[in-house]
């Protein structure tokens, strides 16, 4: 049987997180949704460690409840944006995943993630990151609303200082039907607010 290298995007966040995360850390998950990732985290942190979870919608954090079962000691949940992450976390912490759009599998698919919100929870969480932290966005842009938070984000993490963070999008290009892709962004340096540079109108032309 071979063995797959590119892996899809979701796959290769929990990757990216696993080679950062240490047993006993504080983690974020940005948006709880069903609890996936949150799972992933609490038992990538260990009983020593704490994820925090946000979601906007009661019915995703009890569902992340329900999932999580006898882990729920190492989750702290809160009921509000993840733009107000910095009134519950304090640094460091070891990294943080995003899933941007809507809720899987909720009827109501209105009730989705917003360009200024994400880009201020992921601004803020910056700061928290330990250096060598990584926070993993996966986007979705197929959705009413998707591509001006995609582009938005794109927008945000080009203006990031390179000295400061690397930043990646990684994405299999070959799927349909509006896969997402993934941006993760490397914290390089120690600092508590991010360093972000006018981009010339030739570099903004280019891409």
């Known amino acids: 049987m071979s063995h ?6 979701l796959p290769y966040s929990k990757r990216l ?11 974020i998950d940005a948006t709880a949704g069903n609890g996936n990732d949150t799972y992933f985290l609490a038992e990538l942190v260990g009983e020593k460690g704490k994820v925090f979870a946000f979601d906007i919608q009661e019915s995703a954090l009890a569902a992340t409840a329900e999932r999580l079962g006898p882990l729920n000691d190492r989750v702290s949940y809160h009921l509000d944006s993840h733009a107000n992450v910095d009134r519950y976390v304090e640094r460091p912490i070891g990294g943080a995943m995003f899933n941007l759009g809507y809720l899987p599998y909720s009827e109501d698919k209105t009730i989705i993630t917003k360009p200024d919100s994400t880009i201020e929870a992921v601004h803020k969480i910056l700061g928290l990151l ?15 609303g998707g591509k001006e938070e995609s582009d938005a984000l794109i927008e ?3 203006s990031l200082h390179q000295a400061d963070v690397h930043v990646i999008r990684y994405e299999l290009m070959n799927l349909r039907n ?7 962004i490397e914290k390089l340096r120690d600092f ?3 360093t972000r540079i006018e981009r010339t109108e030739s570099e903004t032309d280019s891409t």
Request: aromatic share 6%; charged share 20%; proline share 7%.
């Open 4 to 9: 797959i290298h590119l892996h899809r995007v």
């Open 130 to 144: 330990k250096k060598g932290g990584i926070i993993t966005i996966s986007v979705y842009d197929g959705h009413e």
């Open 178 to 184: 509006n896969p997402p892709f993934l941006i993760a």
């Open 192 to 194: 508590e607010e991010v």
């Open 17 to 27: 997180m696993n080679a950062v995360v240490l047993p006993g850390e504080t983690v």
């Open 156 to 158: 945000y993490v080009q």
